[in-house]
């Protein structure tokens, strides 16, 4: 799927699903996320962090590795 990230990569929207997917799947204990950079703008790294939120607030775990990290990748990985 093409989309607003790198081609190939899913698009922000795809990305939001499927993190809320993992927030409500009982087989899913913890969502890694390996943040190498973040190509979007603040409100898409905004919008991640909240999705990322929404895992923590169903009682599981978010872990995030960063790579070289700006102020967007922070924000993010503030989620974990």
Sequence with gaps: ???LFL???PSLLDLIEKIDEAAV???IGVVL???QSFPL???AA???FEALMRVREAGKQVEVYLGQA???EYVVASAA
């Design 1 to 3: 799927v093409g989309g």
């Design 7 to 9: 081609s190939g990569r």
């Design 70 to 72: 700006g102020i967007k």
């Design 41 to 43: 703008g603040m409100a």
């Design 25 to 27: 799947a009982p087989e």
């Design 33 to 35: 996320v390996d943040l």
């Design 46 to 48: 905004t919008e991640v």
